[in-house]
């Protein structure tokens, strides 16, 4: 069977990723995947070329990305457009609107699903812009964590593939670094393993940071291990620390069970510089998944939940009731996700994937000598895909990277359009075509193009924000109207300028007809130099001014006055002021008032009004955070504030160790 190409819809339970969050994002959403400032001892303790890429350019905003806050739990189902690649031995499915999320690798000698793939589309708060769902194959790239693009469509299109078929080409321009890059999806007829290739340009003069990770869901069971060629792992938890530790046992731990352990946990493997990069997950049986690639993608990761109740309680919150658990296989640029590479200007990075079935001898596979176990899967995965192939097939594709895509299969965003349009960038095979610019793009198409940033034509929240440096320049020399310092300000503070965002910003609100982005953007600028209660009072007047101003009930004004009500009110609880914050939640809409997020806050309000009961009582009532943030402790420090009781199942969602008693 040759390799075929085909659109197809898949229907899935889906509870809506809904709108973004119209405020921009001017402070990243938590440190979870972070060390923060490295030590002087880290450094010592740290290999020199890992301290140093920790170290270079995290992020300190999300900007020009929205945060994408505005899902519920509700799922009803909805079809997904899908894309099915596939030959006699595999069948791809993937989610070109979601990211390029690959959702099935089946297996068809076999009738085995070679990942986990989740029955559901349940958003939930783990990207670094929010909404993430779990399960399959997702390409993470911009900065440390979940990519901006899990829940964005892609362009798709087919292109001929090196062996004269067809592969799948998923391109976009990442934002969070202004970088345009590649995933081509090739099968050859007469292989059980997906290859994958990748690139990355830099097609700016300036130097970038360049993150990506390959994250790969697979099924986990009592008996499923973990293997890849390593001694050593550094192992980074929710306590937020990156310790050198032996591999696979330390402290009577066998960590190559992913299910053995007791919390969730990242282990960074130390794989030999010149050795064959792979990693496995295999099952009581032998049988199971391979992924390997060429020596640019020289990480690899094992990410597991844990047996603990807040790693379970997880697991079960991503999906519904009786699905099996998951560990993630990963792949990427650096030894560890908390490091960026420098990528220089005109320059590209690339990499070749594959993915595929493997089986090994099951009794060695389980036994308890390491050295034996990864010889016999590294002997196995020779003997299915070796070296050399991946090699050659890294060649070939490369010659036709370049490649122009003949049949479209799938749409992405206009804003790599408009940065092609602007720089008069040639990025060959990838296509940023014109006809993708949309409303989105439209006011800096006009920036662009006449040097004027035009006044919205109705009243409505702000649009996106854009804060590379030739943006702000543009902004720069545009009339000072007040629309054009808001977004200046955006971008100054991005560039981290506060001082001079805040007098853009200032001088906005002189003559703003819409004063409460500006106050929202003095207000949170006021808290990063410890002025709380001038916060608050900002926060207090961008409500009210919004409340005047909204519209109507619509999706976009809904998503601005719940995002700018919740800011208000905890600004306001932080300083005490429970009177004001009462009022802010008066004015909420009560569909607002009813979600999961305002449940919690409306029982911080009551105790800080000194209503425990009451606040108790919506507790027992029963309630769901639907953006619960990775790692948020805050359903259990609610909690104890409210009774030394233990926390409810329901509600128990720690992840480190050193909670379990809160």
């Known amino acids: 069977m040759a390799t075929t190409v085909r659109r197809t819809v898949l229907t899935l339970p889906v509870a809506p990723v809904g709108p973004a969050n119209p405020l921009p994002a001017l402070r990243t959403l938590d440190q979870t995947h972070s060390l923060g400032e490295l030590t002087e001892r880290d450094r010592r303790e740290l290999p020199r070329e890992m301290a140093w890429q920790i170290g270079y350019e995290p992020l300190r905003t999300l900007l020009p990305v929205r945060v994408r806050d505005g899902y519920g739990r509700q799922r009803s189902e909805r079809d997904l457009d899908a ?95 202004d970088l345009p890059f590649q995933v081509d999806l090739w099968l050859p ?51 937020r620390r990156l310790d050198r530790i032996p591999a696979p046992v330390h402290e009577e731990e066998d960590h190559s ?78 030894r560890t996700q ?127 924000s854009l804060v590379a440096q030739h943006w702000r320049d543009m902004l720069e020399t545009a009339p000072a109207e007040p629309l054009t310092e808001y977004h200046l300000g955006v971008a100054q503070w991005h560039a981290g300028d506060r001082a001079q965002a805040v007098r853009s910003w200032e001088r906005g609100l002189e003559l703003a007809p819409s004063r409460w982005p500006l106050l929202r953007c003095l207000a949170v600028a006021d808290q990063e130099v410890g002025h709380h209660q001038r916060a608050a009072d900002r926060y207090l007047e961008s409500f009210e001014d919004l409340c005047q101003e909204r519209r109507d009930d619509g999706e976009i004004w809904t998503a601005a006055t719940a995002a700018l009500g919740r800011e208000a009110i905890e600004a306001l609880l932080r300083e005490r002021r429970a009177a004001d914050a009462r009022s802010v939640w008066a004015r909420l809409r009560p569909a607002v008032q009813r979600r999961g997020r305002f449940r919690l806050l409306h029982a911080r309000l009551l105790l800080a009004e000194g209503h425990r009961e009451a606040a108790r009582a919506i507790f027992d009532a029963g309630f769901e955070v639907a953006d619960l943030r990775e790692g948020s402790e805050v359903l ?27």
């Open 636 to 662: 259990g420090e609610v909690w104890a504030s409210l009774t030394d009781e233990p926390l409810p199942e329901e509600y128990d969602y720690r992840m480190r160790p050193g909670t379990e008693g809160r």
């Open 83 to 177: 894309i099915v690649i596939e030959n006699d031995q595999l069948r791809v499915t993937v989610l070109p609107g979601l990211g390029g999320r690959i959702h099935g690798l089946h297996h068809k000698p076999t009738g085995r699903e070679l990942l986990y793939r989740n029955p559901v589309l349940q958003p939930a708060d783990f990207a670094l812009n929010g909404a993430w769902f779990s399960g399959g194959i997702e390409w993470n790239i911009g900065a440390t964590g979940h990519g901006t693009l899990a829940v964005a469509p892609l362009h798709a299109a087919v292109v001929p593939a090196p062996d004269g078929g067809e592969m799948v080409r998923l391109w976009e321009w990442e934002r969070l670094r």
């Open 189 to 239: 007829a007469d292989s059980a393993f997906l290859r994958v290739g990748v690139r990355i340009r830099n097609p700016h003069e300036r130097a970038a940071p360049v993150y990506w990770w390959s994250n790969t869901a697979v099924e986990e069971h009592p008996r499923t291990r973990v293997v890849t060629p390593a001694d050593e792992a550094w192992h980074f938890g929710y306590a």
């Open 338 to 464: 908390l490091e960026h590479l420098r990528l220089d200007g005109g320059e590209e990075l690339s990499w070749l994937e594959a993915y595929g079935p493997l089986s090994a001898d099951p009794a060695t596979v389980h036994g308890d000598d390491w050295a034996a176990v990864r010889a016999e899967v590294g002997a196995r995965l020779a003997d299915a895909l070796p070296a050399e192939a991946v090699d050659a097939a890294y060649a070939a594709w490369r010659a036709s990277a370049d490649t122009e895509p003949v049949r479209p299969l799938a749409t992405g965003s206009g804003w790599g359009a408009l940065e092609v349009l602007r720089g008069g960038l040639k990025l060959p095979g990838t296509p940023f075509d014109e006809s993708t610019l949309g409303e989105e793009q439209a006011p800096w198409r006009s920036l662009l193009d006449s040097g004027v940033f035009p006044e919205p034509r109705r009243v409505a929240p702000p649009g996106d």
């Open 257 to 334: 069970y992913p299910a053995d352990g007791e919390f969730p946990a990242d282990y960074f493997y130390e794989l030999p510089e010149d050795g064959r990069k792979w990693i496995a997950a295999l099952g009581a049986d032998g049988h199971g998944l391979a992924q390997t690639s060429t020596g640019a993608l020289r990480g690899r990761k094992l990410f597991r939940w844990g047996s603990g109740p807040g790693g379970r309680r997880w697991q079960r919150w991503l999906t519904e009731p009786g699905t099996v658990g998951y560990a993630e296989i990963q792949a990427g640029l650096a």
